[in-house]
C-alpha cells in the first residue's frame, strides 16, 4: 500500500508557464516532505522541502504547498523552462529516519 | 567535490552468482542508504545505516545485505540474485539531522 502517491505519471507544459506537480499523502505521522529532481542516468538531485508545521515554503522559481487537512503536496515552478523537463520525486518522512516516496511525475517543458 | 560514487555502473549477472555493488561518499556523512527504483513505484529504502557497525532494514530488505565497515563505504551485497532484482539502484547519504540526500548516479542491475 503506497502512502505517497503522484497520481500523474506525466505532465506536459509551455515554456514560460506554470508547472504544477501534485502528491497525496496517507499517513498523518509524517512530518517532513521533500521534492527532488530526477534527469535520466542520474540519480535524484534535493529541490525544495517543507516541515509540517509550515503551509508554503519558497525558493526561486520553485514553491511547496502543504495542505495538511487535506494531506497534499504541491510543487509549483515558475515560470517553466525546458532544463525543468525531468522526473520529480515527492517523498515524505515520518518520526525516525526514512523516506516514502511517491511513483514519480514526468515534467515535459516544450520551448 | 562532494559527491557520491557507486560501482559499477552497469551489470548484467545470471541468477545465483552473488554480487557486490559498491557505494562510497566523500561528505563525511554518517547516514547512508540504499533504494531500489521500479517504474511507478518509486524509490524503496532496502537497508540504512546510521553509522559505522549500525544497519538497519528499509521497506523491501529481502534478498539483500548490507556492512558499514567504514564511515564512507556503504556496499550492498545480492548473496543470491534473482530476476526480480532486476531495479536501478541508488545508493544516497547525508548528514544525521538533515533530511535532504546525496544521491549517487545508480547501478541498473539486470538478472536474467
Known amino acids: 500500500d503506497q502512502q505517497v502517491k503522484q497520481n500523474s505519471p506525466s505532465l506536459s507544459v509551455q515554456e514560460g508557464r506554470i508547472s504544477i506537480l501534485n502528491c497525496d499523502y496517507t499517513?498523518?505521522?509524517?512530518?517532513?516532505f521533500l521534492w527532488y529532481k530526477k534527469y535520466p542516468a542520474e540519480g535524484p538531485t534535493f529541490l525544495i522541502s517543507?516541515?509540517?508545521?509550515?503551509d508554503k515554503n519558497e525558493d526561486g522559481r520553485f514553491t511547496v504547498f502543504l495542505n495538511k487537512s487535506a494531506k497534499h503536496l504541491s510543487l509549483h515552478i515558475v515560470p517553466s523552462q525546458p532544463g525543468d523537463s525531468a522526473v520529480y520525486f515527492c517523498?515524505?518522512?515520518?518520526?525516525?529516519?526514512?523516506?516514502?516516496f511517491g511513483g514519480g511525475t514526468r515534467l515535459m517543458v516544450k520551448p | 567535490e562532494a559527491q557520491v560514487t557507486q560501482n559499477p555502473r552497469y551489470l548484467i549477472t545470471v541468477t545465483g552468482k552473488k554480487l557486490t555493488v559498491t557505494c562510497s561518499q566523500n561528505?563525511?556523512?554518517?547516514?547512508m542508504s540504499w533504494y531500489r527504483q521500479d517504474p511507478g513505484l518509486g524509490l524503496r529504502q532496502i537497508y540504512y545505516?546510521?553509522?559505522?557497525?549500525?544497519?538497519d532494514k528499509g521497506d523491501v530488505p529481502e534478498g539483500y545485505k548490507v556492512s558499514r565497515k567504514e564511515k564512507r563505504n556503504f556496499p550492498l551485497i545480492l548473496e543470491s540474485p534473482s530476476p526480480n532484482q532486476t531495479s536501478l539502484y541508488f545508493c544516497?547519504?547525508?548528514?544525521?539531522?538533515?533530511?535532504?540526500?546525496?544521491f549517487g548516479p545508480g547501478t541498473r542491475l539486470t538478472v536474467t
Open positions: 545505516s546510521m553509522n559505522v557497525e549500525v544497519t
Open positions: 561528505m563525511n556523512h554518517e547516514y
Open positions: 517523498a515524505a518522512k515520518k518520526e525516525g529516519n526514512m523516506l516514502t
Open positions: 499517513n498523518s505521522m509524517f512530518d517532513y
Open positions: 517543507i516541515s509540517s508545521i509550515k
Open positions: 544516497a547519504s547525508r548528514e544525521t539531522a538533515i533530511y535532504e540526500q546525496y
